[in-house]
Structure formats: structure tokens, C-alpha cells
């Protein structure tokens, strides 16, 4: 009983000082004491360094390549409908599409990078809808094969070996177990001089 006499008398003087001192402070000091009191007492939180982004893109063939586009930078994925075609334009302008009642141009990626017509089976084809900054184009690919998630770490040092027509809109890759998947911009794409460049 002594002890804790002892202990409860002592606890009660700190606790006076301490309410005597936050007397003589202003309320920003006050403030800035009990966040320092609070820092001192939180639960660290993982560092910025520490946590592990994740990229997520469409895998799609072109051409016999597997590649990825970002899919920030893919409006839609639809199948290839009917196309009204356009006079006056380059053979890789396949025409107009309506999708949902707005006119969408369709362009055969294989074509205009290849200047090759593609051979993939119809029914595999699909449009990657793209708009950048007012350009709004379906790109014919081959086939769409699904998404995937990497962390953004895996990226590779190095491209992996490519068609030099292709290199121009590959931004960086993706390094996993052994096999590199190039990223393929839609946006670097429809930067290009050449893909602007319709008419014949």
C-alpha cells in the first residue's frame, strides 16, 4: 500500500509539471508536442522504396510477335465488324466501323508496319481501340490472348531482339522466368508521323 501511495503521488506530480508546462505554451506549441508525441508512438509504415508497383497490359500477336500495349493507354478490345471502306487512303486504312453509333477508323497494324496483309484467322482478329489527343483509331491485331500483371521492377535492362519496324513504338519490356514481352505503345503510334499520314 505504500508503494503504490508512493507510485500514485509521483505520478500525480509528473503529471502536474507536465500540465503546468503545457500551461505556459502556446497552442501551436501544444500542437507540435502532441504530434512529435504521436510520431514517437505510430507504427511504422512500409517505405515508399519498399512497396512493389504492378503494370498491367493486354497480350495481343501481331505479325507472329507476342506483345504487350499498356492498359491505360487501350480504350476497348472488340471484335472486327463490318467496315465501310474510305476512298482516297493508303491500303492500310481499312475504312470506317460504327461503333455504338460513333464512326471509328480501322487501321490493319500489320499493314502499315509491315506493309504485309495479315494471315491470322478472321475469326481471331480484334480491334485495339485507341484515343490520344484526338486521335481515335481500331488497330487491327491478330489475336488478343489475355492480360498480365508484372511488377513494375521486372522490367528489362535490355529489349529483346525485334523487327526493326516494329522497335520505333516499343517503349521498354517485361523479364520473366526467361521470356521477354516487348510493350507496345498505341500512343507512341498514333504520335507518328507516318500513322497520321492517310491519304494517298
Known amino acids: 500500500m505504500i508503494v503504490f501511495s508512493r507510485w500514485w503521488a509521483e505520478a500525480r506530480g509528473e503529471r502536474t509539471s507536465i500540465m503546468a508546462a503545457e500551461a505556459t505554451q502556446s497552442p501551436f506549441e501544444l500542437l507540435g508536442a502532441l504530434d512529435q508525441r ?3 508512438r505510430a507504427v511504422g509504415l512500409p517505405r515508399l522504396e519498399d512497396a512493389r508497383e504492378e503494370w498491367t497490359g493486354v497480350l495481343f500477336r501481331l505479325h507472329g510477335v507476342e506483345m504487350l500495349a499498356p492498359m491505360d493507354e487501350v480504350g476497348e478490345i472488340v471484335s472486327v465488324t463490318s467496315v465501310a471502306p474510305v476512298p482516297g487512303v493508303k491500303s492500310w486504312v481499312l475504312g470506317i466501323a460504327n461503333m455504338r453509333g460513333n464512326l471509328l477508323p ?3 497494324l500489320q499493314a502499315f508496319l509491315f506493309d504485309e496483309k495479315p494471315i491470322a484467322d478472321p475469326a481471331s ?4 481501340v485507341v484515343s490520344y489527343e484526338g486521335v481515335v483509331a481500331g488497330l487491327v491485331i491478330d489475336a488478343v490472348l489475355g492480360m498480365r500483371h508484372f511488377w513494375r521492377d521486372e522490367i528489362a535492362e535490355e529489349l529483346p531482339s525485334l523487327d526493326e519496324r516494329i522497335r520505333p513504338f516499343i517503349t521498354y519490356s517485361f523479364s520473366r522466368l526467361g521470356e521477354h514481352y516487348p510493350v507496345f505503345s498505341p500512343f507512341r503510334l498514333a504520335e507518328s508521323e507516318g500513322f497520321m499520314d492517310v491519304a494517298v
Open 38 to 40: 504521436c510520431r514517437s
Open 106 to 108: 480501322v487501321m490493319d
Open 125 to 128: 482478329r480484334r480491334l485495339l
